[in-house]
């Protein structure tokens, strides 16, 4: 039977030590989930950062190890799942494993183990799971004090998250605490410092180490491709994307959990999300050094009920829609936080954009205004709505909003995710991810083409 490993935690922020011990692990089990924990009552620090910083720097700490893969769903979803339902969620998959510290099993044979005491079916999980046990060198723990069902595995490994996140708030050095990539990350960004960390930064490469992807059926990008010079790296720290908007939706849609920054350089028709080919910064980036404003732009996270109950998730850059599928119009409930906004709107459809997606299928459908890069909100509009008098609206990032489909027999609406036919849909929430964002850089001259495409040339 495959034998599986989860191993979950705050790793707030991941260290070297859970990668090393997710490289132990690897060796014995055939597969080792990696999952980051959502609010947990025992441990506020774990909320005192936005989670999408603790997705970001997980995929980062974890990034291509073998059989090691990050599930996010606890993050995503805003929940803590105990070890037991973790044990169930996993099991029908092979024999499952829980990883645990020598500090969680000590008084075990008294029944006063931290497992014990505190876990929740405590006693249970103690007799009936498996537990992998990494003993830290020099840490004891007497043979009867384990339970019946364990691995031990020996690791030697200093220091704690808690004394990183201590050092950051302190401005003291923590070079070699945490891998280099997540460094960057903190101090751009801000973390631990104990004050509102901002969407908006500074993005600045001594040395631009890329990975380039280029949109084939674009002749004038793979030309510029073929003339800059820039070369594919091993260790790449930025995401250079050549094309036009929709190449660059392909390309976020495609990589965002590589967790690089992505800067595009233009050869569609406005490329409101990349660089003019003549801008200062694409010279700069082909003299191999990068000093550029960057957005930490989120994803929508649509949850979707399909025509016979079933559900699914799926994200959002751009935006997602329902939209009729058949002669009659369709029939939409729209509901904003709990809220009932109207009980019936009467149309083609209705749609949610991000400010990435203003400029697209929103802009087209008639809202107003197109959005800066930063904007926190959500774009709603109609689609050709015939009633009630309502065209579209701006609310916050923050809110969940809700459709529903009032009449799916006779008025059947089709849902769409940045494009993608999902199918056809009794209900869609939306709400902006927890765990999918993505940082890009903003083009200089994003305000001008946002103005200039509101009138006619």
């Given amino acids: 039977m495959k034998k ?20 132990l692990m690897a060796r014995e089990f055939d597969e080792v989930i990696i999952v980051p924990c959502g609010p947990r009552p025992d441990k506020p620090t774990v909320n005192d950062i936005d989670p999408f910083h603790r997705a970001v720097m997980a995929d980062m700490a974890f990034a291509n190890l073998p059989k090691v893969r990050v599930e996010l769903f606890d993050l995503e979803n805003g929940t803590f799942t105990r070890t037991h339902k973790l044990d169930e ?17 000590k008084g075990g044979s008294k029944g006063q183990s931290f497992i014990q005491r505190e876990w929740e079916n405590g006693a249970e999980v103690w007799q009936n799971l498996n537990f992998a046990i990494v003993r830290r060198h020099g840490a004891k723990v007497a043979d009867h004090d384990l339970p019946p069902n364990r691995k031990i595995f020996r690791t030697s490994f200093t220091g704690s998250s808690s004394e990183v996140r201590e050092r950051v708030f302190a401005h003291k050095p923590i070079e070699g605490l945490v891998d280099r990539k997540i460094e960057d990350y903190i101090r751009r960004y801000g973390l631990y410092r104990g004050a509102m960390v901002g969407a908006r930064t500074k993005l600045v490469l001594d040395e631009v180490r890329p990975t380039i992807l280029v949109d084939d059926s674009n002749p004038k990008a ?9 070369k594919n790296s091993d260790d790449p720290n930025l995401i250079v994307v050549v094309g036009g ?6 390309a976020i849609r495609s990589h965002w959990r590589k967790r690089l920054p992505f800067f595009g350089i233009n050869y569609g028709t406005y490329g409101f999300l990349l660089n003019n080919p003549e801008s200062p910064s694409v010279r700069e980036l082909l003299y191999g050094k990068l000093n550029v404003d960057i957005n930490q732009m989120p994803l929508l996270y649509a949850d979707i009920t399909g025509i016979s109950g079933t559900k699914r998730g799926a994200l959002a850059f751009n935006d997602v829609w329902v939209r009729l599928d058949s002669g009659q119009s369709a029939w939409v409930e729209l509901e904003i936080d709990g809220i ?17 997606g203003s400029t697209a299928y929103a802009k087209s459908a008639g809202a107003t205004p197109i959005l800066d890069a930063g904007a926190r909100t959500i774009t709603l509009v109609g689609l050709h709505v015939f009633q009630p008098n309502w065209k579209h609206a701006q609310i916050s990032l923050d809110s969940e909003v809700v459709w529903r489909n009032l009449n799916p027999r006779k008025r059947p609406v089709k849902c769409f995710v940045d494009g993608r036919d999902l199918g056809n849909v009794l209900e869609v929430k939306i709400r902006k991810s927890r765990i999918a964002s993505v940082e890009l850089a903003t083009p200089p001259d994003r305000a001008e083409k946002i103005m200039s495409s509101q009138f006619p040339n």
């Fill in 245 to 250: 908007d929709g190449f660059m939706l392909h």
């Fill in 4 to 23: 599986i490993a989860i191993y979950g935690g705050s790793l707030n922020p991941p260290r070297p030590t859970h990668r090393t011990i997710a490289e």
């Fill in 222 to 230: 793979e030309e510029f491709a073929r003339l800059s010079g820039l």
């Fill in 89 to 105: 969620m996993f099991k029908g998959r092979g024999e499952v494993w829980h990883v645990v510290g020598t500090d969680l099993v």
């Fill in 340 to 356: 009932k906004r109207i009980s019936r709107l009467e149309g083609d459809g209705i749609l949610a954009a991000t400010s990435a």
